[in-house]
Each structure stands twice: as structure tokens, then as C-alpha cells.
């Protein structure tokens, strides 16, 4: 494997509404805030040890939004829906995945989408971390 150039120690959202999308994602991660200031609001990492920040877009330019959309695992999948719902958010999609697995594709209040899954399986956390089954 080769030397890392640097490793993810952020997702950076630009928003239109700065305060409501940092509260929206506080909420739905269940963290607090590290930074707030008049153009950014740096989360708290959750578990993942990964933080969010929110980043004023310039005014009079439309947010660029996620480039690619994150994964939040949750215990049940239809609390956690219930739940972004009820804090602003919408459903865009149920995703069907393997058999008798599906995940929700979610859309916070800015409509930047994510995707709410439950936790891998264990086979899966074996094939991706090998016998130890944790990262590290």
C-alpha cells in the first residue's frame, strides 16, 4: 500500500442557510458544535471520528452542495427517516440493495442527499477489515 498524501478529516458543505443546515446535521448526528462563527459552524465528530463544517456560500452564488453523498448509519432505519423528516428533511428514494435490504436516499433542507443504511453485516465487516473487524 502506498504512503497516504493526507487522510478525510472533514466533509465541508457550503449553504445557502449556514445556521439551519448545521442544525439539521447536528441533529441528525446527535453532536455538538465546535466552531460558530458568522460565515462557518464546524460539528463535532461523531463516532466516526469524521466532522461536518458548513461554510457560507458567496452571496449571490448558488451553494455547490455534496459532491458525493455520504453514507449515515443508524440502528433502524425508519426512526432515523421518521426522525430527518420530522427535523426538515424529505425522502427521495427507497433504495433497493441486495434482497431484502434496502437503504433510504434522504435530502437534508438545502436538498444535498445522503443516504441513511444500516450497519454492514458481519461477513461485510470481515471483507473490509479483515479477521480483526475493526478499522486499524
Known sequence: MAEPVGWLRAVVVDAADLRTLAEFWQAVLGVGVVEDAPDWIQLKPDRSSTFLAFEQAPEGQAPTGFRTRPDIEVADLDVARAR??????RLVEIIEARPGEHHYRMADPEGNEFTV????TPELVRATYGPKGAPG
Do not use: A, C, D, H
Open 84 to 89: 430527518i423528516e420530522e427535523l426538515g428533511g
Open 117 to 120: 443504511v444500516l450497519p454492514p
